[in-house]
């Protein structure tokens, strides 16, 4: 780096936003990121709303919208690498906008029920099975195998601001004018991505030339079996996942459970959590090369030992506190399992690798939510009198 100046360092981590189709991808994902991320904050609220503070109802709500990315995704990555990108990418947004749309109406017209809300979520999850993999493998396509890294590491950057803008201004909106009206701007929020897609020059993408057969899951199957570096990562990927990215379901509990809190402070956790993970985000930026099976490795295990760390926070500013340096271990662990797993496999399978690699990280989370709830002992919201307390136990970048 130049003495005396941060240009050339900044330039290093911006240089994927030198490609138009990636600079229109990135704003619209920035714009539906911080709506998506409002409408989680929004729809766990008012799940506790409808049922009294029922950690069983959050659970089913977050089985239910992961339930088919365990299902499905694989079956979507098999559509990413047959497919268009693109094409898959619009119409899973358009999707996943009508339903918010659907659910805001709902809730400002005073109808909605928990019903309501299981089928949404459910909507959503089949959605998102299209889209995750979609959208992993389609950034290869905008900036090309030299920047994956680069441009990878900036998606999270960009999601990350979106988990502290979106959790903070839902606190706010919902003590405003309700969850209804959060649900309402994420509505519109996916209308951006839609347009960053549609605005795309296709001539200029990277894009792999498409079998002639149809993808098959089977043949993503096998090429791992031909991968043992995969495999290892896939495995460690799947074991830090089911124990321990799980805060989706424990943060709102913590707020509103154990520290007694409004849903401006269940917003002001969730931003610590995802301020951590935006630095992760921004030193994963300079990296340039597969990261290495150690590395992988060894961030799982700092990662693991910040969250036994927070699980046992005294109080609100302390559980804050000690959120943001398990947001950074948790994000760095997955971007080096992304990039490890991305620039290793084979592009002809890259979509069903990478539907593989999103079933193991996102469809444990039904599992892990079973194993939350047993951890919470039930649905009665524990006195602030008593000793002992419901502990969180993890989180999910």
Same mark, same amino acid.
């Given at each position: 780096?130049?003495?005396?100046t941060?240009r050339?360092?900044?330039?290093?981590?911006?240089?994927? &936003?030198?490609?138009?189709?990636?600079?229109?991808?990135?704003?619209?994902? !920035?714009?539906?990121?911080?709506?998506?991320?409002?409408?989680?904050?929004?729809?766990d609220?008012?799940?506790?709303e409808?049922?009294?503070?029922?950690?069983? %109802?959050?659970?089913?709500?977050?089985?239910?919208?992961?339930?088919?990315?365990?299902? &499905?995704?694989?079956?979507?990555?098999?559509?990413?690498?047959?497919?268009?990108?693109?094409?898959?990418?619009?119409?899973?947004? !358009?999707a996943?906008?009508? +339903?918010a749309?659907?659910?805001?109406?709902?809730?400002?017209?005073?109808?909605?029920?928990?019903?309501?809300?299981?089928?949404?979520?459910?909507? +959503?999850?089949?959605?998102?099975?299209?889209?995750?993999?979609?959208?992993?493998?389609?950034?290869?396509?905008?900036?090309?195998?030299?920047?994956?890294?680069?441009?990878?590491?900036?998606?999270?950057?960009?999601?990350?601001?979106?988990?502290?803008?979106?959790?903070?201004?839902?606190?706010?909106? !919902?003590?405003?004018?309700?969850?209804?009206?959060?649900?309402?701007?994420?509505?519109?929020?996916?209308?951006?991505?839609?347009?960053?897609?549609?605005?795309?020059?296709?001539?200029?993408?990277?894009? %792999?030339?498409?079998?002639?057969?149809?993808?098959?899951?089977?043949?993503?199957?096998?090429?791992?079996?031909?991968?043992?570096?995969?495999?290892?990562?896939?495995?460690?990927?799947a074991?830090?996942?089911?124990?321990?990215?799980?805060?989706?379901?424990?943060?709102?509990?913590?707020?509103?459970?154990?520290?007694?809190?409004?849903?401006?402070?269940?917003?002001?956790?969730?931003?610590?959590?995802?301020?951590?993970?935006? +630095?992760?985000? +921004?030193?994963?930026?300079?990296?340039?090369?597969?990261?290495?099976?150690?590395?992988?490795?060894?961030?799982?295990?700092?990662?693991? %030992?910040?969250?036994?760390?927070?699980?046992?926070?005294?109080?609100?500013?302390? %559980?804050?506190? &000690?959120?943001?340096?398990?947001?950074?271990?948790?994000?760095?662990?997955?971007?080096?399992?992304?990039?490890? !797993?991305? &620039?290793?496999?084979?592009?002809?399978?890259r979509?069903?690798?990478?539907?593989?690699?999103?079933?193991?990280?996102?469809?444990?989370?039904?599992?892990?939510?079973?194993?939350?709830?047993?951890?919470?002992?039930?649905?009665?919201?524990?006195?602030?009198?008593?000793?002992?307390?419901?502990?969180?136990?993890?989180?999910?970048?």
């Open positions: 780096m130049t003495r005396g941060g050339p360092l900044l330039a290093t981590s911006l240089r994927s &936003l030198k490609v138009r189709n990636f600079r229109l991808f990135a704003a619209g994902q !920035i714009a539906s990121a911080t709506g998506t991320w409002m409408m989680a904050v929004a729809q609220w008012l799940v506790l409808l049922t009294g503070d029922s950690g069983g %109802a959050l659970a089913t709500v977050t089985a239910l919208q992961f339930t088919p990315v365990l299902l &499905l995704t694989l079956y979507g990555g098999r559509l990413a690498d047959r497919y268009d990108k693109r094409a898959l990418l619009t119409g899973a947004n !358009i996943s906008g009508v +339903l749309l659907a659910l805001g109406l709902l809730v400002t017209a005073d109808a909605a029920r928990l019903w309501h809300v299981y089928v949404a979520a459910a909507g +959503l999850g089949v959605a998102n099975a299209v889209e995750v993999p979609a959208r992993l493998s389609f950034i290869t396509e905008l900036v090309g195998p030299g920047l994956l890294p680069n441009a990878s590491a900036l998606s999270g950057a960009y999601f990350n601001v979106a988990r502290v803008l979106g959790p903070s201004l839902a606190g706010l909106f !919902i003590q405003w004018s309700g969850t209804g009206t959060v649900m309402l701007l994420n509505a519109v929020s996916y209308t951006a991505t839609v347009a960053g897609l549609r605005a795309m020059r296709p001539a200029e993408l990277y894009r %792999a030339p498409r079998p002639d057969t149809p993808a098959r899951v089977v043949e993503g199957l096998s090429h791992l079996r031909t991968r043992p570096d995969l495999l290892t990562t896939l495995a460690l990927v074991a830090v996942a089911l124990f321990g990215l799980n805060l989706p379901l424990t943060l709102p509990l913590m707020a509103r459970v154990v520290f007694h809190t409004e849903a401006a402070s269940f917003g002001l956790l969730t931003a610590a959590l995802a301020g951590g993970s935006l +630095l992760a985000a +921004l030193v994963g930026t300079l990296r340039r090369t597969r990261p290495s099976a150690r590395l992988v490795a060894a961030s799982g295990c700092v990662f693991g %030992a910040m969250e036994l760390i927070t699980g046992w926070a005294p109080n609100l500013p302390v %559980a804050l506190a &000690l959120l943001v340096p398990t947001g950074f271990a948790s994000l760095y662990f997955v971007q080096a399992a992304n990039h490890r !797993i991305q &620039l290793g496999g084979d592009p002809a399978h979509g069903r690798v990478m539907a593989l690699y999103t079933v193991i990280l996102q469809g444990s989370t039904p599992l892990a939510a079973l194993l939350a709830l047993a951890g919470a002992r039930g649905d009665v919201p524990v006195p602030a009198s008593e000793e002992e307390r419901v502990r969180p136990t993890g989180s999910r970048p």
